[in-house]
Each structure stands twice: as structure tokens, then as C-alpha cells.
């Protein structure tokens, strides 16, 4: 079975901190693709990072960093220095080999920067 | 065009009334999807289509009636809903492996039943 938790619901932060997403899964596949998607207020769900499950490397795009540790299987997502364009409806999301295109998504964390 | 277009952005429909969502994507993807993601819930698969056959369906309601007519097409039919069926209907394409790397996702029809 898969499954993806986000234990956090909403997080309220004010401009220029730095916020941590946090994103749990579970899979028994040993291969299997982890995503972060953004959900603005107007609806699309807009893709912001793929990893595969032989890449532990963290990434770093701009604001924006992803710690993937498999030994306790989480793919945290952090901003830093968050900006009001933030505020969003974060998801995680995992792909697992053996479940052909199908992806499982977490509940979501509701962002919110304050100015 | 390209992405994922969805039409209409919202609509508002009676409960004995007939409605269709439309999907249409130009990416040359090859497996489109359509997600229910009702308030406080997470995103809901429905319906997965791989080249034009359907793979996979949730459980969901005959009330809703999904149609490919093509890889580029994806129609949602409605008849009869329910107010609880209100949401943001979601459609999505990508490669049938996904390829790993994932989905790309139109910015839905926000559904009202009265």
C-alpha cells in the first residue's frame, strides 16, 4: 500500500521567514518517485520537484530546498525568506513502480505569509 | 494552446440538471485523469485513462460518467448530481509510465450543486 501524510494542516508565517513543509510516506517498492506540487488560489496545481527513490541528494532551486531521507522516509520541503507569492496549498505526492501512472497525494499543507 | 485546458472554470448546476466537463490537453500525453478534491479532503482520484481506454475507476458514482474520445479529450459527464458532489474537479495528463515525472494538472471546474 501506498500513502503520503501531511501532518501539518496550515502554517501561518510572516514574510522573510523560513518555513519547513513536512511530508511523510510509506511504500514497500524500492523504486518510486517522490513530487511536491503548489495549488495557488486559482486551482491548477503547478509541479515544483521530482525525486527519484536512488537520489537522496538535496536540492536547492532558488528559495526553495527539498531534504529526501530515505531512512526515515520523509521529502521535507523548505522556503526560505517566504514571500506573500507563497501562500498556497502545498502537496506531496508518490509514484510508486508498481502502480503504473497512479499518484498518491497527501491532504495538503495550507500555507499562508503574512506581510 | 499548450498545458492542460479546462472548461468551464466554474459552473453551477441543479440537481436534475445535465452538465459536462471538458478537458484538453496538447502536450502528446497519452493518460489523462480526472481528481475530485472536495473542502478540507484530500485530492480524490476518479477515473484514469490510458490511450483512450478507461484503467482505472475509483468506485465512483455512476451519476458521473467519464468519456475519451481521444488522447487529447477528456469529458465528465453529469446528470442527477448531489449537492455533496460540489467540489474542484481537477483533469491532468501525462506520459502512461508517468515517466516519473508526474502530472501536469489543468486549474479545474469548481462545481456548485443546487
Known amino acids: 500500500a501506498q500513502k503520503v501524510t501531511q501532518a501539518q494542516t496550515e502554517i501561518s508565517v510572516v514574510e522573510k521567514e523560513d518555513v519547513t513543509l513536512d511530508c511523510v510516506y510509506e511504500t514497500r517498492d524500492t523504486t518510486y518517485y517522490l513530487f511536491w506540487y503548489k495549488q495557488p488560489p486559482s486551482g491548477e496545481l503547478v509541479f515544483l520537484i521530482r525525486r527519484n527513490s536512488f537520489d537522496e541528494q538535496n536540492e536547492i532551486s532558488g528559495r526553495y530546498s527539498w531534504n529526501f531521507q530515505k531512512s526515515t522516509s520523509s521529502f521535507n520541503f523548505t522556503i526560505t525568506a517566504s514571500q506573500v507569492v507563497d501562500s498556497a496549498v502545498y502537496f506531496c505526492a508518490l509514484r510508486q513502480e508498481t502502480s503504473g501512472s497512479r499518484l498518491t497525494f497527501g491532504e495538503g499543507t495550507q500555507l499562508t505569509v503574512n506581510p | 494552446e499548450t498545458g492542460v485546458t479546462q472548461t468551464p472554470r466554474h459552473l453551477v448546476m441543479g440537481m436534475t440538471n445535465k452538465k459536462s466537463l471538458k478537458c484538453e490537453q496538447h502536450l502528446g500525453h497519452n493518460a489523462m485523469y480526472w481528481y475530485k478534491q472536495s473542502a478540507k479532503k484530500p485530492l480524490e482520484l476518479m477515473f484514469v485513462y490510458n490511450f483512450k481506454e478507461q484503467t482505472e475507476n475509483n468506485s465512483v458514482p455512476s451519476r458521473f460518467s467519464p468519456e475519451c474520445p481521444n488522447s487529447s479529450h477528456l469529458f465528465l459527464h453529469l446528470h442527477t448530481l448531489q449537492p455533496e458532489d460540489s467540489a474542484l474537479y481537477l483533469c491532468?495528463?501525462?506520459?502512461?509510465?508517468?515517466?516519473?515525472?508526474?502530472?501536469?494538472f489543468g486549474s479545474g471546474t469548481r462545481l456548485t450543486v443546487v
Open positions: 491532468a495528463s501525462s506520459q502512461p509510465d508517468a515517466g516519473g515525472y508526474g502530472y501536469t
